[in-house]
Nanobody, 122 residues
Framework: QVQLVESGGGLVQPGGSLRLSCAAS????????IGWFRQAPGKEREGVSC????????YYADSVKGRFTISRDNAKNTVYLQMNSLKPEDTAVYYC???????????????WGQGILVTVSS
């Protein structure tokens, strides 16, 4: 059974940093892609970043380029999202999700975590 568990969210001041973790079980990271998505109150879900766990290719939304970094540790079956220079508009529930790369990039991965709240506020 595929399971994804996010951790590392919380409250941070503008300009601060957080690192989200997505621990995967029930499948092998090596043959999948994992993406981070977010949904702010009253807004549609948007893709934030994605990593191909086979070759390490990464993808970022324009809104987070240069501030967020996605990485993976295949040995630990975990993907990370390092978020720096956080802004109030980054406030959202963040989800990790997995499927084949094409499905993750398209925004329709099959398996989702439960989500974790990130609040950027002074």
């Amino acid at each position: 059974q595929v399971q994804l568990v996010e951790s590392g969210g919380g409250l941070v001041q503008p300009g601060g940093s957080l690192r989200l973790s997505c621990a995967a079980s029930g499948f092998t990271l090596h043959y999948s892609a994992i993406g981070w998505f977010r949904q702010a109150p009253g807004k549609e879900r948007e893709g934030v970043s994605c990593i191909s766990t086979s070759d390490g290719s990464t993808y970022y939304a324009d809104s987070v380029k240069g501030r967020f970094t996605i990485s993976r540790d295949n040995a630990k079956n975990t993907v990370y999202l390092q978020m720096n220079s956080l802004k109030p508009e980054d406030t959202a529930v963040y989800y990790c999700a997995t499927d084949q790369l094409e499905a993750v990039i398209a925004g329709w991965p099959h398996y989702w975590g439960q989500g974790i709240l990130v609040t950027v506020s002074s």
